[in-house]
């Protein structure tokens, strides 16, 4: 089968109006078509711009196409699917999470994290999300690399956060696995598709203090080096 190569890199739009920064939403409706990097700015402002008018569920590649004033050919020949094309107009006109602040407390730093995820699943990225989502219960061979984009929320930030914590003694020994590593996470995104966005404070808390902390926390010191030694 053909390639479908993606898009360029290009600057984030988040000085621009639109869906990409303040201001009404972008319409390149009206004017002349555009062609290379501002081609690809308009259909990503287009994309979000009726994600956010019709859902992801009335997303149609006919309308983001108009509204950039290109073709639906040109749509397809760079985005298979138009999974790939929300997650590629999420990814650049949505702000990544940024990293928490250090607050010596491995508490105070997973609920800090949680609350980053679960504002922006509160907005266009949450709609797209639950839409690559529902794609793949139709085609999930088809919509496999979209959802892996989707759905790796705060893998790296866990990463630093449990690392400050190692350093501090707050993290159990042996290190946690995987999947203890990722229950914050995915449980706060299945909150998400299951009850809606607006997560309260008092689901993150319980989330943390239920099932993060008993999991991330120390039960054991980690070995003492020349420990072994000295007790022969």
Not at 89 to 95: G, K, Q, T, V, Y
Not at 111 to 128: K, Q, T, V
Not at 171 to 193: E, F, I, K, T
Request: aromatic share 4%.
């Amino acid at each position: 089968m053909p390639s479908h190569p993606g898009p360029p890199p290009i600057e984030p739009l988040a000085a621009a109006g639109g869906p990409c920064g303040p201001g009404p939403p972008a319409d390149h409706r009206r004017g002349p078509r555009r062609r290379g990097q501002l081609l690809f700015e308009a259909i990503f402002e287009a994309t979000v711009a009726e994600l956010a008018e019709t859902g992801y569920a009335g997303l149609a590649m006919e309308r983001i196409a108009a509204r950039a004033r290109t073709s639906k050919a040109s749509l397809y020949r760079r985005w298979p699917s138009r999974a790939d094309l929300v997650v590629d107009a999420i990814r650049h006109c949505s702000p990544e999470l940024s990293h928490p602040p250090d607050t010596g407390n491995l508490r105070e730093d997973l609920l800090s994290l949680l609350r980053g995820m679960a504002d922006r699943l509160d907005g266009p990225f949450g709609e797209a999300l639950r839409g690559v989502l529902a794609d793949t219960l139709a085609d999930p061979d088809r919509t496999a690399a979209a959802r892996s984009r989707m759905t790796g929320l705060g893998g790296e930030i866990m990463a630093t956060i449990l690392a400050r914590a190692e350093a501090r003694g707050e993290v159990c020994w042996p290190p946690p696995g995987p999947c203890a590593v990722r229950a914050a996470p995915v449980l706060l995104l299945h909150h998400y598709l299951t009850h809606g966005p607006l997560v309260s404070e008092r689901v993150l808390a319980e989330i943390v203090d239920e099932v993060a902390l008993p999991l991330l926390c120390a039960q054991s010191l980690p070995p003492t080096p020349g420990a072994a030694s000295t007790a022969s």
